[in-house]
């Protein structure tokens, strides 16, 4: 039998109670609601001082309210500072995506989502980041593990991208018609996003 919050693939993990999700974007909270909320009272936490610019930060809240909103999920934003952003990833902002500056923009983001957790006395918490097929979810599983060890909150560790959880959260959000971004959220992954389709034109 595992420990609450413990299981580490792709189905739902053996739990109840309450559960915020740290979320991002509409599109991977659509695969995180349709398996987390079959055992759990969920919420949503929008967090997200890596997003720039401004505007492409408004209008993934605005898709994640509409998505909320219709679903009848509660939805709790966070603060948007992305001077905190900036803080966090400062000594690794030099090196590419998926590197330890990824892993403490993870970690800055775990760590508000579990203290929320606490704050309002969810009995979990847990992230979307693990959908896409861009992100190393062995990488943000570590990360919510050492959150959990430093905070106190359990951390459910599900591996949402397994049991093709990606390619589901594309054809949920074809439905919704939700907006797609075309990079990871912060000005670095940005210009690197643009580099990497350049290239591509180019080739
Ligand atoms: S690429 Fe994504 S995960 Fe990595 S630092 Fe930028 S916003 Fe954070």
């Given at each position: 039998m595992p420990e609450p919050g413990r299981n580490n693939h792709g189905?739902?993990?053996a739990g109840s109670?309450?559960?915020l999700v740290h979320a991002c974007c509409a599109p991977c909270s659509t695969v995180a609601l349709e398996r987390l909320r079959v055992q759990w009272r969920l919420g949503f936490f929008f967090y997200g001082p890596n997003i720039h610019p401004a505007a492409e930060y408004r209008q993934r809240l605005e898709?994640?309210?509409?998505?909320?909103n219709a679903e009848g999920v509660q939805l709790l934003e966070g603060e948007y500072r992305p001077a905190d952003w900036g803080r966090a990833i400062l000594p690794w902002r030099h090196?590419?995506?998926g590197s330890r500056r990824c892993q403490e923009c993870f970690r800055l983001r775990l760590r508000r989502t579990a203290e929320e957790a606490?704050?309002?006395n969810f009995d979990a918490f847990g992230v979307t980041l693990t959908v896409s097929r861009h992100k190393n979810s062995r990488l943000v599983i570590e990360t919510g593990r050492q959150v959990e060890a430093e905070s106190g909150v359990p951390f459910v560790d599900v591996d949402l991208k397994k049991?093709?959880?990606f390619e589901r959260s594309l054809q949920?959000?074809?439905q919704w018609g939700f907006y797609r971004q075309q990079?990871?959220?912060?000005?670095l992954s940005r210009s690197e996003g643009l580099a990497r389709r350049r290239r591509r034109a180019g080739a």
């Open positions: 189905a739902a993990p109670g309450s559960l898709e994640m309210r509409r998505f909320c090196l590419p995506e606490r704050r309002r049991q093709a959880g949920l959000s074809r990079y990871c959220g912060c000005s």
